[in-house]
């Protein structure tokens, strides 16, 4: 070949690649004419064909059915788990269509075919939600018992801490607290509505958080309110003071703290339960806390709209909203006014009304609580300013005194009888005492001081209701019916005897010596029976402490006065020192004594000697005990926070 001649043109090799070189994605050639296998066979080892080996293709295949046979059982399951929820809450919703709220909480009470002990637990049909998309999680809730306890803890919690049916009927069957039960006025507690008797609620898996809670200060309640020669050991939770104190702990940290679940009438009628309890304790700072935050989820809840008129013609739902309103105002006036504090209940000026004219129960309550309020805002600057105001608060309890008729104020007849005007008769006289308590704390100023031109009037105002508070206490006590509500007589009783002894303390008299007069024995009686009652029972804490305090505040207040005695010694003649065994009650928080600080020392501040007296009580009672323990660090805590600038 010449070096002009052009070299022969390689013939193409066909267009098609070899399936190697297609599946590799190469390109597919040839390394010379002789040879039909292309260049990378040649370098890989690999077959040369145009066409895929018979094994890769039937290896292909079965890989491709089995990926299908693995798949479609996997979607079935996915499909059936999707068919199954959806079945739920197609279930759910068709159950909740036919029933406007869940199943009620009850357990039945069946006593000789009587209806004297059912009780309505049924909801507020003013927070009952139907709503779809607020029922996908219940139906995740009643899938399986097993899913809602590993979910939901604190139901688990709460029910486990249900008494059995027998004991519940045990407790709600002895207990005096059957006032609150009623489906009518004056103590209605639970929701209106159809009323149901008790069930077993421990299996009842619907049942909210916050009416399980509801159920749990209920019981609470009861258990403080049996009689005092009840026998503890024929129930199966154990002691009743020890239930109480699990179950109050457990519902105030799991549920009660929760502002989510407690905004709502069920959550006021549980703050509304949790304030009695407190002050059966004697525990008045708590239970002023607790009112405080019922007073809150009631203005969250509009309640407090059109509040100083009756109820009388509202609709059953409207009356119970009220009445929920005014245990929340009546409860922070209560307490307000025995710790010294400003209520947190805004007051709205006094209605003036004709002695004609006559309120009823609602009505009265409405009018104490406006007194309180405004009495408890008055800046006692000075015995001027003092006179005036306890002038104008002594008429304003004259013209609501001359407003109801005469027989309202007679001594109502407590019966044992379980019926509707026996607990109407109960409330009126709660109501009573709670008037005449007013009168005494707006007139105590006036015991300490001897610079007023009307301080003998103010006094006689002082000592004439506790005289008359005394009178209705000893009825109550012969009549062995003073728990129906809570232990707001037996305080009532405690604050006339502090007075009746601080006005005589104020005489420069040594009491206790010689003949006694008149409202000596009336205070010696009412101490001797609060004295029964504290020994009778460990639940009586109220009758413990106040037993423990005027005994000591007598004693104190003799010592001072021994040196101008010349009947005898003071450590052998005072009357009360039978009654007080010399050391102070191990109770976690002393309300006798909180009180007595909070009221009457402040009140008797001009006297010298009452102060003195007063003083060497409270250093008797509080004197420091060996280390604390958790629970007293805790109260040390809340008496930080309701002496600091924020409450005050």
């Known amino acids: 070949m010449t070096d002009t001649e052009r070299p022969p043109k390689r013939l193409r090799r066909d267009t098609r690649r070899c399936y190697e070189c297609r599946r590799r994605k190469v390109k597919c050639q040839r390394a010379s004419e002789a040879v039909d296998t292309c260049s990378e066979c040649v370098r890989t080892g690999a077959t040369c064909s145009l066409d895929p080996p018979l094994e890769s293709t039937a290896q292909s295949q079965s890989l491709d059915q089995g990926a299908a046979v693995s798949t479609s059982p996997d979607q079935d399951a996915r499909f059936r788990r999707i068919e199954d929820l959806l079945q739920q809450i197609l279930q759910l919703q068709q159950l909740t269509s036919a029933n406007s709220c869940p199943p009620p909480i009850d357990f039945t009470l069946a006593q000789n075919g009587s209806d004297a002990f059912t009780f309505d637990f049924s909801a507020s049909t003013a927070v ?57 006025p004056p103590a209605q507690v639970w929701c209106p509505g159809q009323r149901t008797s008790f069930v077993n609620v421990a299996s009842d898996a619907h049942s909210t958080l916050i009416r399980i809670s509801k159920l749990l200060l209920y019981l609470s309640l009861c258990m403080q309110q049996l009689p005092t020669d009840f026998d503890a050991s024929q129930l199966g939770i154990g002691s009743p003071e020890d239930a109480v104190q699990t179950f109050i702990h457990t519902v105030t940290s799991s549920v009660l703290f929760n502002d989510d679940l407690v905004s709502s009438e069920e959550g006021l009628e549980c703050f509304s339960l949790l304030g009695m309890i407190y002050i059966n304790n004697f525990d008045l700072k708590r239970a002023w806390l607790v009112f405080r935050r019922a007073l809150d989820v009631g203005r969250l809840l509009g309640l407090d709209e059109n509040f100083a008129s009756s109820a009388s013609n509202d609709s059953q739902e409207q009356s119970h909203s009220h009445r929920l309103w005014l245990s929340a105002v009546m409860g922070d006036c209560y307490c307000s006014l025995l710790l010294g504090m400003k209520t947190s209940w805004t007051p709205l000026p006094l209605n003036r009304r004709s002695s004609t004219f006559n309120l009823d ?130 305080i009532a009783a405690y604050v006339a005897i502090v007075t009746i002894v601080l006005v005589k303390l104020s005489t420069n008299k040594a009491p206790g010596f010689g003949r006694p007069d008149s409202d000596t024995l009336l205070s010696e009686q009412a101490l001797k029976s609060l004295e029964q009652l504290s020994a009778a029972s460990p639940r009586e804490q109220v009758a413990r402490q106040s037993v423990e305090i005027v005994a000591e505040l007598w004693r104190a207040g003799t ?39 909070a009221v009457f020392r402040k009140a008797i501040v001009s006297s010298e000697r009452l102060t003195q007296v007063v003083d060497q009580t409270l250093l008797f009672v509080n004197k420091p005990r060996q280390g604390k323990c958790p629970i007293e660090l805790e109260e040390d805590l809340i008496d930080t926070l309701f002496n600091s600038q924020a409450f005050n």
Not at 361 to 369: E, F, G, K, P, V
Not at 424 to 449: K, M, P, T
Not at 566 to 592: C, I, M, V
């Open 361 to 490: 129960d609602d009505d009265l309550s409405i009018q104490l609580c406006l007194i309180a309020s405004n009495w408890s805002r008055t800046e006692l600057v000075d015995d001027r300013h003092f006179e005036t105001a306890c002038k104008a608060a002594n008429e304003a309890l004259d013209e609501l005194q001359d407003t109801m008729p005469s027989s309202w104020w007679q001594t109502p007849s407590l019966g044992h009888e379980q019926s509707l005007d026996a607990a109407r008769d109960y409330e009126r006289l709660v109501r009573q005492a709670w008037f005449f308590q007013i009168r005494i704390l707006v007139n105590l100023f006036a015991v300490g001081s001897n610079q007023l031109s009307q301080e003998s009037a103010f006094k006689e105002h002082a000592l004439e209701a506790a005289r008359i508070t005394l009178h209705r206490y000893q009825s109550v006590r012969l009549a062995d019916n003073s728990q129906l509500h809570c232990r707001v007589l037996d």
């Open 559 to 597: 010592e001072q006065a021994a040196p101008d005695v010349t009947l005898g010694s003071a450590s052998t003649s005072p009357r009360f020192d039978t009654l007080f065994g010399g050391e102070p009650s191990s109770d976690k928080r002393n309300g006798a004594a909180e009180l007595l600080s």
């Open 128 to 184: 009952v939600t139907t709503s779809p998309c607020a029922l996908v999680p219940a139906a995740f809730d009643s899938a399986s018992s097993s899913t809602t306890q590993r979910t939901d803890p604190v139901r688990e919690r709460l029910l486990s801490l249900l008494p059995s049916q027998e004991d519940a009927f045990i407790v709600c069957s002895s207990t005096k607290a059957w006032i609150l039960e009623l489906p009518e």
